[in-house]
């Protein structure tokens, strides 16, 4: 059974950082599209970084140069390091993994950013 558990959100003020993880279960981390995405109420869920299956890094233009994803295969866990965060990067954070050998895409249950004085 495949699994994605998001942690790390909260309440941030402007300016400062956050760490989210997803730890991930029943799947092997390799050859995978992992990627975080966001959603806003009222608005398209999108995508805000990614790695390919190949390892390729892939960022939106609104976060490149605040934040940054990685992995840590060994225990199955992707991040995302988020810095300089604004108050339109407000959004529950969702992980989200799929292969082209899978019959679906999965999501974890997302975790809630806030970025507020």
């Known amino acids: 059974q495949v699994k994605l558990v998001e942690s790390g959100g909260g309440l941030v003020q402007p300016g400062g950082s956050l760490r989210l993880s997803c730890a991930a279960s029943?799947?092997?981390?390799?050859?995978?599209?992992l990627a975080w995405f966001r959603h806003v109420p009222g608005k398209e869920r999108e995508l805000v970084a990614s790695f390919s299956s190949g390892g390729s890094i892939n960022y939106a233009d609104f976060v490149k140069g605040r934040f940054t994803i990685s992995r840590d295969n060994d225990k199955n866990t992707l991040y995302l390091h988020m810095n300089t965060l604004k108050p339109e990067d407000t959004a529950v954070y969702y992980c989200?993994?799929?292969?082209?050998?899978?019959?679906?895409?999965?999501w974890g249950q997302g975790t809630q950013v806030t970025v507020s004085t």
């Open positions: 989200h993994a799929d292969s082209p050998t899978w019959t679906k895409a999965y």
């Open positions: 029943g799947i092997i981390f390799s050859n995978t599209f």
